[in-house]
């Protein structure tokens, strides 16, 4: 390790005057070398100008990562743009230098800043001089780094922000600068002291322009020694060190530089956009163990977890197994028989999770397993979480019902052309429910139905109605209107079933109909009187004057005989 010498007192026989801000290199060092750093008090003052102190990097090798760190002091010779000015305690304040010295805090009490400062605000002008660059266009350094080896390195800064017009920086490589060196941003103002981030402006799935880490990063081709450079992006910007760390763990844990030469890592991986997504499937439900004939409600939550890539043709399919019924009112999902299927056309990272709810009844007791999956066009390169398992116990407890059936009819001895009305009642005298009520009525030859209830369906011999559920102690009524068409008689009957019924001697009512010949053929109404009762009473009028003309008749016969003399 060199040392250069100390000086004690540079100006014993010069008058007392401020030491220049501009300070250069006198030597290139390397920024793989130690050298010890002086302070400005120990700067040799000459008519060729100042010298600026040496500063050094360090590089540290474990089975996560690769770690180098530079000091921003430590730029090659005659790199270092003159607005990057090496800044100590013993600086003199400028006028364009509004937030001050913090060299108190920065590693080896000194650090770079951009100076001067004349944006400080978004309202401040962008120069005389120029504040603003873009990359490769500003002021710049460079350092001449080894590296172990190639490969992917996150470029980690370390600096002082004190507003929204002294945080960015580009980072080169090589004499260029690559799209994933620009723009590093440092959202770390609020904080009010050297703070690290790796974050690109704009990087990540919510666009904002504070970014997310691990965004600004360097692709070495080779180990051995490459030139990284820092170009200014904005004027003021204060920087202390910048680390180059490079993932050895496969992607599983995530390193970051902290205070001033250490790191830290954690379990997880490095997001970029890569075309590769990772969806999330849960799934919840509010009871694990119901009664059969409970409804148990079960809902789906779908998530995009990467933090860069749009998922697309979304499909999440859902099933119960033998016995158990699903059911669901989202208009994107269907049922294609023993399960169903939802579809979502795309889902980003910033999408609100997307739910779907669903409804499972069973049958039969025991445990059923609920099991949903969710997949989309790209490839998923986290698919364990996109599957998921509920189980729920159903038992089977008594929720037997008793539903009876009685049926009538207003008129039961017809003639041809006259009218009725049939009328069943359902009734449920159990302590449940009565699911799934059903009832067939079939009519007599010689009589066919002019009116049907709305829940019922004539076929061609038989009436069927769908009645569905009867609350216990409640009733349900059926009214069927009646003709008769041809001369006999019959039975009308009727047959009811439900889900839970638990007698079934009382599911069948029966009415005997009898159909005569109109007389006259004349027909009548449902009074039951028929059409010709005119022509009878008629008839007996005639029969009774008659009956009066022949006993008038006979009675005149029997008068006594008058002799006259």
Wanted: some cysteine; glycine content about 8%; aromatic content about 6%.
């Amino acid at each position: 390790m060199a040392h250069l010498p100390v000086i004690n007192d540079l100006t014993a026989d010069k008058p007392e005057r401020p030491i220049a801000i501009r300070l250069f290199r006198s030597s290139s060092v390397k920024a793989n070398t130690h050298v010890p750093f002086l302070t400005a008090a120990a700067i040799a003052l000459s008519g060729a100008g100042l010298v600026a102190p040496p500063a050094f990097a360090e590089t540290i090798q474990t089975s996560e990562y690769i770690y180098i760190g530079v000091e921003a002091e430590g730029f090659d010779t005659g790199t270092g743009h003159e607005r990057w000015v090496v800044t100590d305690s013993s600086t003199p304040a400028i006028v364009d230098d509004p937030d001050g010295n913090h060299s108190d805090t920065s590693s080896g009490g000194v650090y770079l800043e951009l100076l001067p400062d004349i944006r400080v605000t978004h309202e401040d002008p962008f120069g005389p001089p120029d504040a603003f660059w873009a990359a490769g266009q500003g002021p710049s350094a460079s350092y001449t780094v080894t590296f172990p080896e190639e490969g992917r390195y996150y470029v980690h800064g370390r600096a002082f922000s004190t507003g929204t017009e002294d945080n960015g920086l580009h980072i080169g490589l090589n004499g260029a600068w690559p799209l994933s060196g620009q723009a590093m941003q440092f959202c770390t103002a609020g904080q009010n002291a050297w703070a690290w981030r790796s974050a690109k402006r704009h990087s990540g799935p919510t666009g904002a322009s504070c970014g997310v880490n691990h965004t600004i990063y360097l692709d070495i081709p080779t180990a051995g020694d490459h030139v990284v450079a820092i170009s200014a992006r904005e004027d003021g910007f204060e920087l202390d060190r910048f680390a180059l760390i490079k993932d050895k763990s496969g992607n599983t844990r995530v390193c970051s530089a902290i205070n001033v030469n250490e790191v830290t890592c954690r379990n997880g991986s490095i997001e970029v956009a890569d075309e590769l997504v990772n969806l999330r499937l849960l799934a919840t439900i509010d009871a694990d163990q119901a009664d059969v004939g409970e409804m148990v409600n079960v809902t789906l939550t779908l998530e995009n977890l990467d933090a860069f890539d749009t998922a697309t043709d979304i499909e999440i399919s859902i099933e119960a197994g033998a016995g158990a019924t699903l059911d669901s009112d989202d208009a994107n999902c269907e049922s294609t028989g023993s399960n169903w299927v939802c579809t979502v056309a795309s889902q980003a990272p910033t999408s609100a999770d997307r739910t779907f709810e669903f409804s499972l009844v069973v049958s039969e007791a025991g445990e059923y397993v609920v099991e949903a999956a969710a997949s989309s066009t790209e490839i998923d390169d986290f698919p364990t979480n996109n599957t998921v398992t509920q189980r729920v116990m159903f038992d089977d407890v008594d929720t037997s019902t008793e539903v009876s059936v009685e049926m009538s009819a207003t008129v039961t001895d017809l003639k041809v052309g006259d009218s009725s009305e049939l009328m069943v009642v359902i009734s449920n005298a159990g302590e449940f429910r009565s699911t799934g009520a059903n009832a067939t009525v079939t009519l007599p030859a010689g009589v066919s139905a002019t009116s049907t209830p709305s829940a019922c369906a004539a076929g061609s011999d038989k009436i069927l109605c769908t009645l569905g559920d009867i609350e216990a102690n409640e009733s349900t009524s059926l009214v069927f209107g009646l003709s008769a068409t041809d001369v006999g008689s019959g039975i009308a009957d009727v047959s009811i079933s439900a889900f839970n019924d638990q007698d079934l001697t009382n599911n069948i009512a029966t009415v005997a109909i009898a159909v005569a010949a109109a007389v006259g053929g004349e027909t009548g109404g449902t009074d039951g009187t028929t059409g010709d009762a005119g022509a009878a009473e008629l008839a007996l009028l005639l029969t009774l004057l008659l009956v009066v003309s022949a006993r008038l008749y006979w009675l005149n016969q029997r008068k006594p005989v008058v002799l006259r003399k």
